[in-house]
Each structure stands twice: as C-alpha cells, then as structure tokens.
C-alpha cells in the first residue's frame, strides 16, 4: 500500500466580484447490479447514481480539443487521475474479464495542450494488489463550465481499476512522492471560487439527479439548520481526510423507541468513493443484534437483513449525531440503509448462506477493523459542505427530490454560513417510470451556473473495487474487497 506524502497546500485568497457556483448533477443509469468482479464563484456539475455499487460518476473534459470522460467523483481521495486509451486493462480481453471494461479513456496524443511532468512517477497501490501505475501529466479540464488550466493528473498505463477517478479532497493526500497542487487548489488559484469549499447533494437511492456545488450550497437542498462540525486532523497534526466525530447513532423505531449503539464518540471520514457504511465492529455488532441481521462479510461479503424492515418498520430511522449533544442529526430511512439486491445476486451465482429468515435484503452498514467511513448509504440522506480553507465540515437532512435551487456563494469572509433551509420534506411526485421525480431549479439572485450531464456506464459494467492512498491516520487502512465481495457491492471503498 503507497501511503500519500502529506504537506499541507498553502490557499491563496481570492477577491468575489461575481458570484460563482459550478453545480454538478448526479444521474442515475439504468438501475443495475454491480458487476460480479461551482467568486469567486461556484461551479456545478452532474454525477451518475448507479444505485448499489457503482458510485457516483461526473462527466469532465481533457485536452484540447476536449475529450469527454467519466470518473467517479470521490471525496475520500486527493488526486484525479485518467486511464490512457492504450492503458493495458483497455487491450487485455483476460484482464477485462477479471476487473471490468475500460468506461471512458484519454488519448494524449490527441490533445496539443498535453504535457508530461514526470514519467513512471503516478503510482497508487492497494492492500489488495489492485492500483493503477503512469505517468503524471498536465493538460486542461473542464467540469462544470469551470476550464482549469494545466491540472496535474495521473495518466494510467496500467490498472486494475476499470475508471478514472475525480478526487476532491486535501493536497496533502496526493498519492505523488511530492505533493503538488491539486484540483480544489486550482479551482481557488484560477480565481473560480473564493475558497476551497464545496457542497454535496446526492439524493435519495433512486433519484435520478443530485449536485455538487463547487464554491457555494443550495439552501433549498436542505432542511432546517445547517449545523457545522470541525475537522479531524491526523495524528501528526496535518489535515487529510474529512474525518469528524461520529458522537452517536441509534435507531429509532415505528414507535418512537429510541436505542443507543454507541458508548464513545467515533472518528469516521465522510467518503462519497465509498458505497456503504464501515463501523466499528463493537457497534456494527450490536445493531446487528438489535435487528437479528447475519455478517456474512467473511463468507460471501455481505451482511443480510430481513427484508421485512421495509414493509413492516416503514418509519425505522437510523440517526447519526455528530460533535457532541448539540451537533447535527442525520436520521437515514431504513429504505437507505437496507438494499432489496440479494436476488439479483443469487440469479448471478451468488450462493447465499442459510439465513433464520427467507426474504433476504443486504445490510447497507459492515463492520471494519481499521477503517471507519460513512459512505452512499449515509450520504444519500445528508446534506455536507467540505471546508477545506477553514477545516470544517457542514451536515443538515438532505430534502430529498427537490426540484427548487437557492443558491448561496461560500465567501473567504463567511466560511460556511448560517444558513436555514426548507421547513420540511418535500412531497415525491412520481414519474412515468414509477421513480420519485427530481430536477434542477433556476438558481435565485441572477448568478451564472452551469450544469453538466453525465452519461450512464454501459449495462453491466462497474468500475470495479477502487482506492486511493490512505489518510495518514492511525486508525485507518485502505481495505478494497474485490471478487465476490465486488459482487456484493461491498467492494467500491475508495478512500
């Protein structure tokens, strides 16, 4: 495993003179199964929902003239990184059958606005094996409306990961041996947000949009107050990983019954790379207990429920409180944290264990030794705004399916405001194909936003397990489950 050097990135201040968001909008593909192996100003863009396994992917341009490719927009990790048209894992019919077709590629030799900076130097390993190795480059990206000039990016040769990836995180965790300044860097250098600060919006399982806000949030994207938490920094004092503390989670049931699963607060990274929920093994435990769910992870990869919760504990809510008695509650619906797949699977081969009850569901929460994150199956229900400028992270109920946008520009003098939301959920239309019904709305004050539309990754493909170097934190590890585990929808942790 290739552990990031971390050097903090220096943030040079940038004067608004306009206001700017860069929005970008999740879409969601054909529903599927994972595959068995933005003043300055903000800027939006549009990510791909593959519901249980695939992630969350943003359609980006690079080169000149532009190329158009998709890479799974990840929180957890720092660098972008693209696959070259001539990666090994794009000509190798064997590989492919192991880790997946190649989703979108770059061809360096087609852009004129291509640089290399150091050959053979990009390099992100796993515990696993799996990684992908190249050359760093240089060449010009476009998301969102927003054109970054001469963004560094790993070009990989060679992979065992089937996508490119979008890393949003902390400088300090780029996988290079001496860190450079990474896309959030030059979002603010360029003068294209004010600080380095984003907001994400994921929607509920089946939505078929959500946004990220480079640079500004959406008060109608939110309900109530949006409640702000400090981030975590490392144990050598640097900030790498939006890790913040978990201070409890309970469940509350049909009839108010409230139930407790923590003792002692709980460091986790908010992780959007990561598909489901990793807690320590003593609570994961005891709400395994509480809810008679079997942990599989050793034999199969999953952990399985009765399906039954979601017919009979319609209002079953699992609530994540954080920095102490006064911090933000998330509460996710038990429709988010248990998945109805377990069919798909077995009529994919899954042989599934003998289990104390027949309508199986898979468990959208496993337990983990090392590494503690809150992925998709808790995303979906939260509204967070990453501060990297001001080390602090925002958290308020997601209100989900909206189709209305009041969009707020995160100022270098504000941080993350004091900003409310809608009173109250809003009400789900259902469309012509029986899913609940979403958009995107005008933004309000006459600011300029651009939204980009991400195409669906053919049927039947995923992009595989993946990770990115770890965080420098102790009570870390980067741990990717590929195979059967991929099968699961437990193998997408990308950190």
Same mark, same amino acid.
């Given at each position: 495993?290739?552990?990031?050097?971390?050097?903090?990135?220096?943030?040079?201040?940038?004067?608004?003179?306009?206001?700017?968001?860069?929005?970008?909008?999740?879409?969601?593909?054909?529903?599927?199964?994972?595959?068995?192996?933005?003043?300055?100003?903000?800027?939006?863009?549009?990510?791909?929902?593959?519901?249980?396994?695939?992630? *969350?992917?943003?359609?980006?341009?690079?080169?000149?003239?532009?190329?158009?490719?998709?890479?799974?927009?990840?929180?957890?990790?720092?660098?972008?990184?693209?696959?070259?048209?001539?990666?090994?894992?794009?000509?190798?019919?064997?590989?492919?059958?192991?880790?997946?077709?190649?989703? /979108?590629?770059?061809?360096?030799?087609?852009?004129? %606005?291509?640089?290399?900076?150091?050959?053979?130097?990009?390099?992100?390993?796993?515990?696993?094996?799996?990684?992908?190795?190249?050359?760093?480059?240089? $060449?010009?990206?476009?998301?969102?409306?927003?054109?970054?000039?001469?963004?560094?990016?790993?070009?990989?040769?060679?992979?065992?990961?089937?996508?490119?990836?979008?890393?949003?995180?902390?400088?300090?965790?780029?996988?290079?041996?001496?860190?450079?300044?990474?896309?959030? $860097?030059?979002?603010?250098?360029?003068?294209?947000?004010?600080?380095?600060?984003?907001?994400? *919006?994921?929607?509920?399982?089946?939505?078929? %949009?959500?946004?990220?806000?480079?640079?500004?949030?959406?008060?109608?994207?939110?309900?109530g107050e949006l409640k702000t938490v400090s981030?975590?920094?490392?144990?050598?004092?640097d900030y790498s990983s939006f890790t913040v503390?978990?201070?409890?989670?309970?469940?509350?049931?049909?009839?108010?019954?409230?139930?407790?699963?923590?003792?002692?607060?709980?460091?986790?990274?908010?992780? /959007?790379?990561?598909?489901?929920?990793?807690?320590?093994?003593?609570?994961?435990?005891?709400?395994?207990?509480?809810?008679?769910?079997?942990?599989? %992870?050793?034999?199969?990869?999953?952990?399985?429920?009765?399906?039954?919760?979601?017919?009979?504990?319609?209002?079953?809510?699992?609530?994540?409180?954080?920095?102490?008695?006064?911090?933000?509650?998330?509460?996710?619906? @038990? $429709?988010?944290?248990?998945?109805n797949n377990v069919q798909g699977y077995t009529?994919?081969?899954?042989?599934?264990?003998?289990?104390?009850?027949?309508?199986?569901?898979?468990?959208?929460?496993?337990?983990?030794?090392?590494?503690?994150?809150?992925?998709?199956?808790?995303?979906?229900?939260?509204?967070?705004?990453?501060?990297?400028?001001?080390?602090?992270?925002?958290?308020?109920?997601?209100?989900?399916?909206?189709?209305? /946008?009041?969009?707020?520009?995160?100022?270098?003098?504000?941080?993350?405001?004091?900003?409310?939301?809608?009173?109250?959920?809003?009400?789900?239309?259902?469309?012509?194909?029986?899913?609940?019904?979403?958009?995107?709305?005008?933004?309000?004050?006459?600011? /300029?936003?651009?939204?980009?539309?991400?195409?669906?990754?053919?049927?039947?493909?995923?992009?595989?397990?993946?990770?990115?170097?770890?965080?420098?934190?102790?009570?870390?590890?980067?741990?990717?489950?590929?195979?059967?585990?991929?099968?699961?929808?437990?193998?997408?942790? @990308?950190?």
């Amino acid at each position: 495993m290739r552990i990031s050097a971390l050097v903090v990135a220096s943030v040079a201040a940038a004067t608004a003179t306009a206001q700017r968001v860069i929005p970008v909008t999740f879409s969601k593909p054909t529903p599927r199964l994972p595959a068995l192996h933005k003043r300055a100003g903000t800027y939006s863009q549009e990510l791909n929902n593959n519901l249980t396994g695939g992630g *969350y992917y943003a359609q980006v341009t690079v080169g000149t003239p532009a190329q158009t490719v998709d890479l799974i927009v990840d929180t957890g990790s720092s660098d972008v990184w693209i696959l070259d048209s001539d990666a090994d894992l794009c000509r190798s019919r064997s590989l492919q059958d192991y880790y997946g077709y190649c989703l /979108s590629t770059y061809d360096p030799s087609k852009s004129s %606005t291509y640089s290399v900076v150091s050959r053979d130097s990009f390099s992100i390993l796993y515990v696993d094996g799996s990684g992908a190795q190249g050359d760093y480059i240089k $060449d010009t990206f476009s998301i969102g409306g927003a054109d970054i000039d001469a963004l560094q990016m790993g070009l990989a040769e060679n992979s065992t990961i089937n996508s490119g990836l979008l890393g949003i995180g902390f400088a300090a965790n780029v996988a290079a041996s001496t860190p450079y300044p990474n896309i959030m $860097d030059l979002f603010q250098d360029q003068d294209l947000i004010a600080i380095q600060a984003y907001s994400l *919006y994921l929607d509920d399982l089946y939505a078929e %949009t959500g946004t990220i806000l480079f640079g500004g949030l959406d008060t109608e994207k939110f309900i109530g107050e949006l409640k702000t938490v400090s981030i975590q920094p490392d144990y050598s004092g640097d900030y790498s990983s939006f890790t913040v503390a978990l201070s409890s989670l309970a469940t509350t049931a049909d009839n108010g019954t409230v139930t407790n699963y923590t003792r002692t607060a709980v460091p986790v990274i908010l992780d /959007s790379g990561t598909t489901l929920t990793y807690l320590p093994s003593a609570v994961a435990n005891r709400i395994f207990d509480a809810l008679d769910a079997v942990d599989d %992870t050793s034999g199969t990869g999953l952990v399985y429920i009765s399906c039954d919760y979601l017919d009979d504990n319609r209002d079953l809510t699992f609530d994540f409180q954080f920095g102490g008695n006064d911090g933000p509650i998330v509460r996710v619906p @038990v $429709d988010e944290m248990i998945l109805n797949n377990v069919q798909g699977y077995t009529e994919l081969g899954l042989d599934v264990p003998s289990l104390p009850f027949d309508n199986a569901c898979s468990f959208g929460l496993q337990p983990s030794s090392d590494y503690y994150l809150l992925g998709d199956t808790f995303l979906r229900s939260a509204y967070v705004v990453y501060d990297l400028t001001n080390k602090q992270i925002g958290l308020a109920q997601a209100n989900l399916n909206s189709t209305e /946008s009041n969009i707020v520009e995160i100022t270098e003098d504000s941080g993350i405001p004091d900003a409310i939301g809608v009173a109250s959920q809003v009400s789900v239309t259902q469309t012509a194909t029986g899913l609940p019904g979403t958009g995107t709305g005008t933004p309000s004050g006459g600011q /300029s936003t651009v939204t980009v539309t991400s195409t669906s990754t053919p049927g039947g493909e995923s992009a595989g397990a993946r990770a990115v170097p770890a965080p420098k934190w102790e009570a870390l590890a980067v741990a990717i489950v590929t195979g059967l585990c991929g099968l699961m929808g437990v193998g997408l942790v @990308v950190l």
